[in-house]
């Protein structure tokens, strides 16, 4: 089980705009937390940092004693779950598992390890209508993009 995970004064900047400054935060192994605050605060910027889809612009990540933040995503051990589903509607069920794990898995364990995180009466259908995804999804913030109601 993790220790500590930390992050110590994490800035990320984007331009001349700080998304996060100086964000300090301890989560101790088998705490659950949420962050919570309004639209643009930075809560899905923190994230992205902590998985490694974004570069601090300074600060620190520390998993227990190794800090984390000079490694690469795949190295960190972290996820993301965006809020918006970013599925393949023209592929079933088993297809689109099949494709994320194609990245991290030898291609004999692909087949096995996707069917067994399907149930074989959803998997060959089509992704579901109610969860593919629609032009009118939310982003990750929770704001809509300008001009769409």
């Known amino acids: 089980m993790v220790g500590e995970l930390r992050l110590d004064g994490v800035t990320r900047r984007f ?10 935060l301890v989560i101790r192994g ?21 998985a490694g889809l974004l570069p601090l612009s300074g600060g620190s990540i520390w998993l227990d004693d190794e800090r984390i933040d000079g490694l690469p ?23 689109n598992v099949a494709f994320g794990l194609r990245c991290t898995a030898s291609r004999s364990e692909r087949r096995p390890s996707a069917s067994s995180r399907c149930s074989t009466s959803s998997a060959s259908s089509p992704t579901p209508r109610s969860t593919r995804r629609s032009s009118r999804a939310a982003s990750s913030s929770g704001s809509r993009s ?3 109601s």
């Not at 331009?15 to 300090?24: I, P, T």
């Open 15 to 24: 331009g001349d705009q700080v998304a996060l400054d100086g964000f300090d």
């Open 30 to 50: 088998g705490e659950f937390i949420a962050l919570l605050g309004p639209s643009g605060c930075g809560k899905t910027t923190a994230l992205n940092c902590l």
């Open 73 to 95: 995503p795949e190295r960190r051990g972290f996820g993301m779950v965006f809020q918006n589903y970013a599925l393949f509607p023209h592929l079933s069920v088993r297809r």
């Open 146 to 148: 300008p001009g769409r």
